[in-house]
């Protein structure tokens, strides 16, 4: 399927609130009490913030209230400026009068803001401590119509204001991380401490499900393959499991590989992440235990969404399409390009680089349709990469287009199109680079479909010795006389 213009529609269409929240950023408020999160901020020279609404004045929860809450939790940016410098609760009626008290601060700072007796703080306000100590404390800021225009869109309440003006929360981080800053500049010693109690987030260490037993699958043994080294191997053995109908011991096989081969043998990487990723797709759709290991890995993988890297994201963006969840990803597009926040401040080759992602990715081909478009595709994608003028953007391309060039390749020799294979494996390695033919040989091993040829684009400094042993076998395979048992059972069908 073609994902940009399925983005495209989708993104048009689709509510700006939706993005992905089970993200590494977790959830906005701690589960602690006042005196709990007063001790962790101080513990952890983190600020305090407390916010206050609704409810802490009367106990109950507003329209606003609660349409404000659910845009600061849905705010990525907040969570994220929220996980690295402070600890957030929110205050219950319990502690009215504290809540008072932030809103009376709140009430000063709109008041010098925008002239006293014309602005007051709308709720909810969130109070900044250090060390106990009430610091600032800050709100959306708003003029007080009622006193001067007979109350405007104010005149019928609350539930009105939020009809009319929304509940965004996008001020939130912007105002807290201004206050950090003042912070900074007056007390330099506290600033000091937080830096370094709290260096920059790095993403959480990932599960290798490989490495687990459990209903889905079993656990992989390197020793299954005949080398722990021969990713080819363990390609074969996951194939035979499948065929041989052993769905847990393919469902380990298929996860090593989709998690550690591209990193055991470089050269198979593009076909993993092409080839094998095709098997995974029809398995997912074949077996149940296949269907819900990877939607596993899908859920963990989007648990780091926000500190990933770009290989990570693709890996994501993979998981997505084998488990037929093409909305998480609308969802995810959509909060970073549309998000008030996140959407601006997203560099726009980030941004252009994970929608090549999303298109490539997201194209899982099976079966070969249309060779002299694909073809003529694939020459449009390596202009595109070698006029691709950021920094950023060019070693994605890159990576994008050697998987494209070792899936077609692939793809055309098992559809005999012999020419159409010589001519992408002469693009890709005076195109994309010599070294791409590693790769174009690792994935016409994949497919049982070595050539002589094949041998011209081995590395003349010897770097791929294990390779180079593949493709021999598989030629000396292939010119193998037809046994007497063989063209007995070829004639008979």
Known sequence: MKMLLALGLALSALITQAQVTDDAFGELFDNLTLQEA???????????VISV?????????????????AAAKRDRLLRFWVRQHAIVIPLGFEHRELGLQIIEAANARCSRAGGEGFTYASLPVL??????????????????HSA?????????????????AGASMTWATFELDFQLDRIKATNPVWFGLHELRNPPLEAEARVYFSEIEDVNADRFDDGLAQD????????????????????????????????????RDPDFGPAIRTLVTADVQSLVNRWENFETRFNDMKADATGRIGLETLDEFGDWVRLAAVTGDPLVLLQEFDYRINSDYFGSLMPRDERRVLLMIAETE??????????????????RFLVNYENEPSEFAKPELRRLALDRAVLLHARMLEEGLESEAREVARLATKRIGPDAGPALIAGALVVRQARPWHTDFLPDDGSSPRLAEHLQKALEDARLPESDELRTIRIGE
């Not at 609404?53 to 809450?69: F, I, N, P, V």
């Open 228 to 263: 722990p080294r021969d990713v080819l191997g363990a390609i074969t053995l996951a194939r035979t499991q499948a065929d041989l109908g052993d769905r847990f011991g393919s469902a380990a096989t298929y996860t090593w590989l989709w998690e550690k081969g591209a990193a």
């Open 362 to 379: 997201t194209e899982i081909m099976e079966k070969l349709f249309l060779p002299d478009e694909q073809l003529a595709q694939f020459n």
């Open 38 to 48: 007063l001790d962790e901020s101080i513990a952890h020279s983190k600020l305090l």
């Open 127 to 144: 109070g900044i401590f250090i060390n106990g100590d009430l610091y600032s404390a800050v709100s959306a800021c708003r003029l007080n």
């Open 148 to 164: 001067i225009h007979g109350g405007g869109i104010f005149a019928r309440g609350e539930a009105h204001f939020a009809e009319k």
């Open 53 to 69: 609404d609704q409810t802490t004045l009367s106990g109950t929860e507003s329209t606003r209230s609660k349409a404000c809450l």
